[in-house]
């Protein structure tokens, strides 16, 4: 099993930014995890989210056109809840207590995923070993992307730039109907990153969590709106949900100014930077200045405060990043940036052509 390793040993960087970090906690009295502002979009979002199920599953409103609306703005609802509500959960920054960020990231268990698989995924896979092939499971999407210039070329690449975003659509259908379980049953979270041994009680929450969905999203839908116009309603949530989260989580790894890394196939490789400076090399931000971005995704385009400090709500990225931005200017370090979404995202494109066709 190949193994990488990072340069840590003269972490100057990392070390002289946490301290600065540490200080703005410290001398504005506040904490690092969530505050009024994360609960009362939870309290937002969990409501939209709860009218838009009911206004759909009993027919609210009987105008076709309005229904296909509703059922592109619950996609979209879903992925808003697993950006803001479960992934600071999941990471343990949405409260200082922990039984409270269990619950919120366990509403990815509503929606369909599973959060224990989400944490060996996301939070030791992708936040370790960001962009390093056979590591990172977020740049592994499969034979008909090839995401990484190590990754093997099939003649249809050159073409992944124009169908590539169609693909993104089934990425959340295929989540929550193949990839937990995929997981579950290999024991490998990516081809280097084994999965970690569940517990009994882990294994009865992924199970009734799984049983739970199902009968929310599939059997009480068809009790009320029958097999058509409920597989219809299901694949636009789906397709609108799976676009959304996959090219919000791409702009900030998968675009032309971020690094990408093949370690050797065999025995230890060691990444010469320190893990911070690594982590700014593979990771963008984008629209910093956009509030409402910033307040729809759950600060997921300050990708790279994230990155650096996963235990920090992302309430608090746009004043971080000052300190962030501040800090790499005075140690050289290049801080990725892009000044609109827009940008980004064809930057995305650019990246996926480029990948596509290269040897």
């Known amino acids: 099993m190949a193994k990488v390793k990072f340069n840590n040993k003269d972490a100057v960087f990392f070390n002289a930014l946490r301290e600065r970090v540490d200080a703005y906690f410290k001398q504005n009295k506040i904490a690092p995890t969530g505050n009024f502002k994360l609960f009362s979009k939870t309290a937002i979002l969990v409501a939209s989210i709860v009218f838009l199920y009911v206004a759909l599953v009993t027919e609210m409103f009987s105008n076709v056109w309005v229904n296909v609306f509703l059922c592109m703005l619950m996609g979209v609802n879903v992925a808003a809840i697993g950006f803001n509500v479960m992934h600071d959960g999941a990471h343990g920054s949405y409260s200082k207590y922990k039984w409270i960020n269990e619950v919120m990231g366990h509403s990815l268990n509503i929606l369909g995923g599973s959060v224990f698989m989400w944490k060996q995924k996301h939070n030791i896979a992708h936040h370790t070993y960001t962009n390093i092939e056979g590591h990172d499971d977020d740049i592994d999407a499969g034979s008909m992307l090839r995401m990484h210039k190590d990754q093997p070329k099939l003649p249809m690449h050159r073409f992944q730039h124009i169908y ?35 517990k009994t009680h882990e294994h009865i929450i992924f199970w009734v969590s799984k049983v739970v969905n199902f009968t929310l999203s599939v059997i009480i839908p068809i009790a009320f709106l029958g097999f058509t116009k409920f597989i219809i309603g299901y694949s636009i949530l789906l397709f609108t949900g799976g676009v959304v989260i996959s090219v919000v989580f791409q702009l900030a790894h998968i675009v032309e100014d971020a690094h990408f890394f093949a370690p050797d196939t065999k025995g230890l490789t060691v990444v010469e930077a320190e893990w911070a400076v690594y982590q700014l090399n593979t990771t963008v931000d984008f629209a910093p200045n956009s ?53 980004a995202f064809k930057s995305h494109m650019i990246y996926l052509k480029q990948t596509g066709q290269a040897a």
Not at 170 to 192: A, H, I, R
Not at 305 to 310: M, S, T, Y
Not at 312 to 337: F, L, M, N, W
Request: glycine share 10%.
């Open 164 to 198: 590539g975003l169609f693909l993104y659509g089934f990425l959340y259908g295929y989540w929550v109907f193949y990839t937990d379980y995929y997981k579950y049953f290999t024991g490998q979270v990516s081809e280097n990153v084994p999965l970690r041994k569940m």
């Open 291 to 343: 509030r409402f971005l910033t307040w729809l995704l759950g600060g997921l385009n300050f990708q790279v405060i994230h990155h650096l400090f996963p235990k920090i709500s992302h309430v608090h990225y746009p004043e971080i990043r000052k300190i962030v931005q501040k800090t790499c200017d005075e140690y050289g370090v290049a801080y990725r940036t892009f000044p609109t979404m827009w940008g």
